[in-house]
Each structure stands twice: as structure tokens, then as C-alpha cells.
């Protein structure tokens, strides 16, 4: 069974303090993982695919890696716009099963 | 513009009776999903579809049913069989390419009172 694990639950940072959420997840096969955006009482918005181990993507100032267990999610210099909860999903490579499994989300708040 | 619309945004609900959450998308995509979302649950499939007229229960579909007669449209009804309904209902599309990513409409806030 696809599982997916973010770390940690919650985090507080002040406004200019980098860090790093974490997915790690275990999967017959990974043929993608996602990283997503979520403002409260709104849908998730996309943000990143990564595809293989080694995989690098960036917008503004998040930076999305991955490796063969874990994908980490980079925040550079957080502004306080960047509070949001952040969720983590896989899809396997298993034929025809299309099915995202998702992460309990990663709520973050950005102190001024 | 294209995208996935979802309506109602709030919805109340008396216990014993059914309801139907919409979900339309205009971005020509096969496969749809819904998901159900509750504090520190994250996100939990509840049903999905990958072609008109065809769907697969996913982990938590006891209570609900759906039907894909429309490329466009997936509804979800929420029975009287559903013990704990209070919850975020999110729909998400994407297309049938294998690791592409999935779009999600604004939810559904379902309430029993």
C-alpha cells in the first residue's frame, strides 16, 4: 500500500528564517510526486512534479528536491504570505490505477 | 477560463436526508476524483473515474455514490448511509497521462445540522 509522511505537523518560522518541509513516502514505483499549496477553506493549488531521484524545481522562493525515499520542500527568506498548508502526494506506477495518495499536509505560519 | 467548479460552496444537510455535490470541469481531462478533507486527516479518496461511465471506489466510499455519464461531470451523493458527513469536499481532475499533475476546484463545505 502507497503511504505518504510529512514532517512535521506544524511549524512556525519568522519572517526571513529558511527551512525545509519534509514528504518521505513508500511506493511500488513512483511515477510522480506532487507538491501542493493549501489556503484555508480553499481547494489545494499546484506547485511542483518531480518525476526521479536527483530532480530539482524552484518557484520563487520555494524549491521542491527528491530522492528515492523523501522529497523536501525548501522555503528561502518565507514572507508572511507564504502561511499556508503545504500537502505532498504520489502516484504509483501500477498500470492503470490513476490514484493520488496524499500526506496529512504540513500547516505553516510565518510570523512579520 | 478553464477549470473545475464546484458548487455549492456551503451546504447544510438534515440528518436522513441525501445530497448531491457538482463537480464540472471544462479542461477536457478523463479522469476525476473526490476527496474528502477533515482537520488532521489530510486528504482521503472517496471515489474516482478514469473514463465516461466507469468509476472505482477508493478508500472511503461507504455512504457515497457517484455516476461519470459526462467527460465534464462528476457528481457526488452523499447518502443517509454516510454516519459522519460533516466535512471538506474537494474535486480534482487531470488528464490520462501517467504523472501528470492533478487541479482542484475551491470545495464543498458540507454540514449536518
Known amino acids: 500500500e502507497d503511504q505518504v509522511t510529512q514532517s512535521p505537523e506544524a511549524l512556525r518560522l519568522q519572517e526571513g528564517e529558511s527551512s525545509s518541509l519534509n514528504c518521505s513516502y513508500t511506493?511500488?514505483?513512483?511515477?510522480?510526486l506532487f507538491w501542493y499549496r493549501q489556503d484555508p477553506g480553499k481547494g489545494p493549488e499546484f506547485l511542483f512534479t518531480l518525476y526521479s531521484a536527483g530532480e530539482e524545481k524552484e518557484k520563487e522562493r520555494l524549491k521542491a528536491t527528491l530522492t528515492k525515499k523523501e522529497s523536501f520542500l525548501h522555503i528561502t527568506a518565507p514572507k508572511p504570505e507564504d502561511s499556508a498548508t503545504y500537502l505532498c502526494?504520489?502516484?504509483?506506477?501500477?498500470?492503470?490505477?490513476?490514484?493520488?495518495?496524499f500526506g496529512k499536509g504540513i500547516t505553516l505560519s510565518v510570523r512579520p | 477560463d478553464g477549470g473545475i467548479t464546484q458548487s455549492p460552496k456551503y451546504l447544510f444537510r438534515k440528518e436522513g436526508q441525501n445530497v448531491t455535490l457538482s463537480c464540472e470541469q471544462n479542461l477536457n481531462h478523463d479522469a476525476m476524483y473526490w476527496y474528502r478533507q477533515d482537520p488532521g486527516q489530510g486528504l482521503r479518496l472517496i471515489y474516482y473515474?478514469?473514463?465516461?461511465?466507469?468509476?472505482q471506489k477508493g478508500d472511503i466510499a461507504e455512504g457515497y455514490s457517484v455516476s461519470r455519464e459526462k467527460k465534464e461531470s462528476f457528481p457526488l451523493t452523499v447518502t443517509s448511509a454516510q454516519k459522519n458527513p460533516t466535512a471538506f469536499y474537494l474535486c480534482?481532475?487531470?488528464?490520462?497521462?501517467?504523472?501528470?499533475?492533478?487541479?482542484f476546484g475551491q470545495g464543498t463545505r458540507l454540514t449536518v445540522v
Open positions: 502526494a504520489v502516484q504509483a506506477d501500477t498500470g492503470a490505477n490513476s490514484k493520488l495518495t
Open positions: 511506493v511500488s514505483g513512483l511515477r510522480g
Open positions: 480534482a481532475s487531470r488528464t490520462s497521462n501517467r504523472g501528470t499533475e492533478a487541479f
Open positions: 473515474s478514469q473514463i465516461v461511465n466507469d468509476f
